[in-house]
């Protein structure tokens, strides 16, 4: 059966189109040449995050940074929309087993990816709320179709933040609208996320697939070496001083220089500079 890689037209066979079919898993995971891709699958859902999609992300990152073959990780969400948050059955039956089953496997999934060196990018449709707005936010680029709408809804359950928004959420915004945002709950459309910072850019629906693959593909076409270095230190940088991140800079870039391959890659740019007269 063909799957349909475009945002909001993911094919899920076992999911809605054949009741006799297996039902395909609450999270895909794939990678195609450097570039690894989590799709979030609960489409009739909206992707909340259950326990099933929790252990799957945990086993999905756990996968990627065992390949050194990963370059760039996508995140995506099937259906009409990328993550709507917490699962809100679980929520509301099992309150006690959220942090254990649904928030600690998340985290530790999120944390393998932000110690790895691959870039990692949200291709972000329709809504992200909660969960979904702090994956968003835990990326390191972020691209919206326009139209997507984005809410951090924490309280609206009557929960404070998790997976990362305390820490990324202020970092990205600044303080003062990290609060309005936080305690507020407004929903701001993808325009205003690109204008606070939480976005990269706004594409047209059909024309979010092709742009994330593009960012995807220059990343991943990138020497390796510098771009696992250039993402370390610019994750890194909040937690050091100037000094310290002058040190971190020299050692990155001696471990670049003595890479095998740097010096072609100098000698290649030298050629094609023009002739002095």
């Given at each position: 059966v063909a799957r349909s890689m475009l945002s909001?037209?993911?094919?899920?066979?076992?999911?809605?189109?054949?009741?006799?079919?297996?039902?395909?898993?609450?999270?895909?995971?794939?990678?195609?040449?450097?570039?690894?891709?989590?799709?979030?699958?609960?489409?009739?859902?909206?992707?909340?995050?259950?326990?099933?999609?929790?252990?799957?992300?945990?086993?999905?990152?756990?996968?990627?940074?065992?390949?050194?073959?990963?370059?760039?990780?996508?995140?995506?969400?099937?259906?009409?929309?990328?993550?709507?948050g917490g699962d809100l059955r679980m929520l509301a039956e099992a309150p006690a087993e959220v942090a254990p089953r649904l928030i600690d496997p998340m985290h530790r999934g999120l944390a393998m990816l932000h110690a790895h060196n691959a870039p990692l990018i949200a291709a972000v449709h329709g809504s992200a709320a909660g969960a979904g707005l702090s994956l968003v936010l835990a990326s390191d680029l972020a691209v919206a179709a326009r139209g997507t709408r984005f809410s951090m809804a924490y309280l609206r359950v009557g929960a404070s933040s998790d997976l990362g928004a305390s820490w990324t959420l202020p970092r990205v915004v600044g303080p003062r609208k990290a609060m309005e945002l936080a305690l507020l709950n407004p929903t701001i459309d993808a325009d205003e996320a690109l204008w606070l910072g939480i976005l990269n850019a706004v594409v047209e629906p059909e024309a979010l697939d092709a742009h994330v693959q593009e960012l995807a593909e220059r990343i991943a076409q990138a020497p390796a070496p510098a771009a696992g270095h250039m993402t370390r230190l610019l994750r890194?940088?909040?937690?050091?001083?100037?000094?310290?991140q002058l040190r971190a800079e020299r050692d990155a870039f001696h471990a670049c220089a003595t890479e095998e391959g740097f010096a072609a890659h100098a000698a290649a740019l030298l050629a094609a500079r023009p002739a002095r007269t």
């Open positions: 909001g037209s993911l094919a899920v066979p076992g999911r809605n189109m054949c009741p006799m079919a297996k039902p395909e898993p609450a999270l895909l995971h794939r990678r195609e040449g450097a570039i690894a891709t989590i799709v979030f699958n609960r489409p009739a859902a909206l992707n909340a995050i259950d326990e099933e999609i929790a252990q799957a992300f945990l086993g999905a990152c756990e996968s990627i940074v065992r390949d050194r073959e990963v370059r760039v990780v996508v995140l995506r969400g099937a259906g009409r929309g990328f993550v709507a890194d940088a909040h937690g050091r001083d100037f000094e310290s």
